[in-house]
């Protein structure tokens, strides 16, 4: 089978779509100078950017998986997580506090989705 990727760069492509399957690099914010509720909403943009470009939404995410740089602000994170997320199709998720590669960057998410 063919891989498709999308946004291709020297290290790494945003996208790749292969068997029926999208991935997505991990998605972070570009404005900085938000709090964790903007830089949610912006990296929540990213992806549904990203997945409508390789033929997918947000109802089909299989699995997400959240780095937050400091824990404190999950609650906030959620809480933008949930006003966007697609009703009845919460996908598998996992949270974990990590050290991000730039301090400003206070969230990172990277999807994985089915196409339609």
Not at 19 to 27: F, I, M, S, W
Not at 51 to 68: F, H, N, T, V
Request: glycine share 6%.
């Amino acid at each position: 089978m063919d891989i498709k990727r999308l946004h291709v760069g020297k290290t790494l492509s945003e996208v790749a779509v292969h068997n029926g399957t999208v991935y997505l690099a991990g998605q972070i914010a570009e404005d900085l100078t938000q709090n964790i509720e903007g830089q949610t909403r912006e990296v929540l943009g990213h992806i549904d950017r990203l997945l409508a470009e390789a033929g997918s939404d947000k109802s089909r995410i299989l699995m997400c998986q959240i780095y937050i740089a400091d824990i404190k602000d999950f609650a906030d994170m959620n809480a933008v997580w949930n006003e966007w997320v697609a009703e009845g199709n919460s996908p598998p998720r996992a949270t974990v506090q990590a050290k991000l590669a730039k301090p400003e960057w206070l969230v990172e998410m990277v999807v994985t989705a089915a196409v339609k």
